[in-house]
């Protein structure tokens, strides 16, 4: 090869590899890092604003009680509790799991075997530790003290309109608050549709 097209071969080279590593930095600035920022869209296989009342109860079973109107139920095992309400064409709103303060599953209770059926998508289920909170779906936006049955707790409250009308817009966690260097424990998740 001649010596002028030496030169410009190592030219384009040069400004291919270039164009390359900005298009790769771009792109990875563009998207929301996982471990600072996350969505959630689902709590115990149920989508908020998507899902119906007949697929939760074909999820779910038959729930423990509801209300009159049927646009609340309750579901129940051992010392937790998921509550669904509805909307007025019976697609699920809101979802609610939650633990019974001061009360401790029973050794022989066979749902506290398997408690992964009631966690949200990535994961996160009654119990886990505030730490992880925070791993999963990062900063909250915003965290505040709240009490139930006497107890001190703390709410972590998330929303999601970043991530688009298709993912639920709210999502709530409170927590026991630390106890002599004892991390806080999950004891209520909350997530919620975008029209509430």
């Given at each position: 090869?001649?010596r002028?097209?030496?030169?410009?071969?190592?030219?384009?080279?040069?400004?291919?590899?270039?164009?390359?590593?900005?298009?790769?930095?771009?792109?990875?600035?563009?998207?929301?890092?996982?471990?600072?920022?996350?969505?959630?869209?689902?709590?115990?296989?149920?989508?908020?604003?998507?899902?119906?009342l007949?697929?939760?109860?074909?999820?779910?079973?038959?729930?423990r009680?509801?209300?009159?109107?049927?646009?609340?139920?309750?579901?129940?095992?051992?010392?937790?509790?998921?509550?669904?309400?509805?909307?007025?064409?019976?697609?699920v709103?809101?979802i609610?799991?939650?633990?019974?303060l001061?009360?401790?599953?029973?050794?022989?209770?066979?749902?506290?075997?398997?408690?992964?059926?009631?966690t949200?998508?990535?994961?996160?289920?009654?119990?886990?530790?505030?730490?992880?909170?925070?791993?999963?779906?990062?900063?909250?936006?915003?965290r505040?003290p709240?009490?139930?049955?006497?107890?001190?707790?703390?709410?972590?409250?998330?929303?999601?309109?970043?991530?688009?009308?298709?993912?639920?817009?709210?999502?709530?966690?409170?927590?026991?608050?630390?106890i002599?260097?004892?991390?806080?424990?999950?004891?209520?998740?909350?997530?919620?549709?975008?029209?509430l």
């Amino acid at each position: 090869m001649k010596r002028g097209w030496t030169r410009f071969w190592a030219s384009v080279s040069l400004f291919t590899l270039f164009a390359l590593g900005t298009v790769a930095q771009t792109k990875t600035l563009q998207k929301p890092v996982a471990s600072v920022r996350a969505a959630e869209s689902r709590l115990a296989g149920i989508l908020p604003g998507q899902t119906t009342l007949k697929r939760a109860k074909l999820l779910l079973g038959a729930p423990r009680e509801k209300d009159q109107a049927g646009a609340s139920l309750r579901w129940s095992r051992c010392s937790d509790d998921l509550i669904l309400e509805t909307d007025s064409v019976g697609l699920v709103q809101t979802i609610r799991v939650t633990r019974h303060l001061g009360q401790q599953p029973e050794a022989n209770c066979t749902e506290a075997a398997a408690p992964t059926r009631w966690t949200t998508g990535k994961g996160l289920r009654l119990g886990d530790s505030l730490a992880r909170v925070v791993r999963l779906y990062g900063k909250p936006d915003s965290r505040s003290p709240s009490t139930k049955a006497g107890q001190q707790l703390e709410l972590l409250y998330y929303a999601f309109d970043w991530a688009g009308p298709d993912v639920p817009q709210v999502m709530e966690v409170v927590c026991t608050a630390e106890i002599d260097g004892a991390p806080g424990r999950v004891v209520e998740i909350m997530l919620a549709a975008s029209s509430l």
